[in-house]
T-cell receptor, first 117, second 112 residues
Framework: AQTVTQSQPEMSVQEAETVTLSCTYD???????LFWYKQPPSRQMILVIRQEAYKQQNATENRFSVNFQKAAKSFSLKISDSQLGDTAMYFC??????????????FGTGTLLAVQP | EADIYQTPRYLVIGTGKKITLECSQT?????MYWYQQDPGMELHLIHYSYGVNSTEKGDLSSESTVSRIRTEHFPLTLESARPSHTSQYLCASGRGSSYEQYFGPGTRLTVT
């Protein structure tokens, strides 16, 4: 069975600074996807960034980037130039390679990020 | 934001009542999901559907039931609500072999 662990329940960062959120996972699969989802207060969960396990290059989406260490089963999220709108709960999630019957997501417990003005 | 809707957004109801949480999507997605999220906790999959007339239980045991009579509609029903059912329920949908799931705004249920 797959598990996802986020060891930082809460974090705080000053506006315009950089912050890194940690995530580790456990799986025996070789082909899978990893995701970071953002859940702002009272708003819908949205996908921030994804990483395919077969790709060595770390994914980047504007101010968001990941550090994917497959051997260490680590998948951290770096947010550069933090903005007040980045305040949210961030969930790390795992999915076996899509195309299966279910495409089930397995989530970590989340990290509550507060961006301070 | 994605075209997936949930109603009601908030519901407070007494023990023993029957309730149905609605979820609809206008994207034509074949896969739909229900997740349960307790405060400050991760999401757990409780039901999913591959398509019309197919439903399966998820990883977390739940006393709720679901149906999928139409592609766009995936309601969740609790026959007799209990305080232990108090939680947030998130609906999501996805297409075929795509990795992405689109989430609804959630229903926050409180059973008194």
């Amino acid at each position: 069975a797959q598990t996802v662990t986020q060891s930082q329940p809460e974090m705080s960062v000053q506006e315009a600074e950089t912050v890194t959120l940690s995530c580790t996972y456990d799986t025996s699969e070789n082909n899978y996807y990893l995701f970071w989802y953002k859940q702002p207060p009272s708003r819908q969960m949205i996908l921030v960034i994804r990483q395919e396990a077969y790709k060595q290059q770390n994914a980047t989406e504007n101010r968001f980037s990941v550090n994917f260490q497959k051997a260490a089963k680590s998948f951290s999220l770096k947010i550069s130039d933090s903005q007040l709108g980045d305040t949210a709960m961030y969930f790390c999630a795992f999915m076996k390679h899509p195309g299966g019957a279910t495409n089930k997501l397995i989530f970590g417990t989340g990290t509550l990020l507060a961006v301070q003005p | 934001e994605a075209d997936i809707y949930q109603t009601p957004r908030y519901l407070v109801i007494g023990t023993g009542k029957k309730i149905t949480l609605e979820c609809s999507q206008t994207m034509g997605h074949d896969k739909m999901y229900w997740y349960q999220q307790d405060p400050g906790m991760e999401l757990h999959l409780i039901h999913y559907s591959y398509g019309v007339n197919s439903t399966e239980k998820g990883d977390l045991s739940s006393e709720s039931t679901v149906s999928r009579i139409r592609t766009e509609h995936f309601p969740l029903t609790l026959e007799s609500a209990r305080p232990s059912h108090t939680s947030q329920y998130l609906c999501a949908s996805g297409r075929g072999s795509s990795y992405e799931q689109y989430f609804g705004p959630g229903t926050r249920l409180t059973v008194t």
